[in-house]
């Protein structure tokens, strides 16, 4: 861990204060919070209190808080979320995301989460009355859940209403996290054909056409007469670049980058320049070779 890692994992969880639309019209509320964030705070304190009384009348009947890990997503992740959306107004540069989340949008996951835990308890008590005759819930198990839903309410499903949706109207714009942000497109790697050698078939002038060739090959040439060297056969190879360079068209119009941290698919050698296939099928000229790891 450096110091580089944990400051950008600060500058993820907080933005600073958002901006503030000079043409929007005022919003009131109490003090410095929106009714909605006060509606939302009164709801989460009556169900905080609740959930101290027993949630079963049978057993031991102990409260959610000591029934297991049922008090993480029953009752915990709302207080968190009321927390972070009071910090939010008391403190602006206090945390402003969890994760790649909004403020109000852990929030809405944090009550929706709750209200279908707590649904499940209400399920399971009529399974149990339908087949033993037993409904083991109690009244806190009832005022849990309509609390809860109360709380969807005023979190996914409050743009929708006309009061308390200006809490979420007039607000500045802002990018998206990059944790976020839609994913990139996925291509396929480029294969390499590797042409297998075609073994020559057996004759019985094998012999004497190989004496001929070698013959050829040993004939010197003519005096005064060049000497044309076949070319060597081009095959594609992996090359990787010292550092950032333009691969360009025809008429020099850079098209891409490659660079030290991705190796590029080089699909003939010019001797003085590359020529470059891209991961999505682009081909381009790589001018600049000095340096360059042939894999």
Known sequence: MTFESVAAAFAAATDGPDGVDESAPPQYGVGPFSIREVALGGIWLVAFVVSFF????????????????DWVLTIGAPTVAVFLLGLRRLSPQGIRRVGSLGIDQFASVAFTVSTIVWLGILWASFVSLAGQRLFY???VVWV??????????????????????????????????????????????????RVAPVASAASPYAATETTVLA???????????????????????????????????????????VGPTAWALVIEDRGDSFVVRHEDGRIGYLTDVSGVTRG
């Open 144 to 193: 849990e859940f309509i609390f809860m839903l109360a709380g969807v309410l005023l979190t996914v499903f409050a743009p929708l209403f006309p009061t308390i949706g200006e809490d979420f109207r007039h607000r500045t714009e802002v990018p998206a996290h990059r944790f976020a942000s839609p994913a990139r497109p996925i291509v396929a790697r480029p294969q390499v054909e």
């Open 215 to 257: 013959t050829d090959v040993a004939e010197a040439p003519v005096e005064g007469e060049a000497v044309v060297e076949a070319p060597a056969a081009s095959q594609a190879f992996w090359a990787l670049a010292p550092v950032e360079r333009d691969v360009v068209d025809e008429s020099g119009v850079p098209i891409f980058t």
């Open 54 to 69: 027993p949630i079963y009348s049978i057993g031991n009947s102990a409260s959610v808080w000591v029934a297991g890990i």
């Open 137 to 139: 819930a109690t009244w």
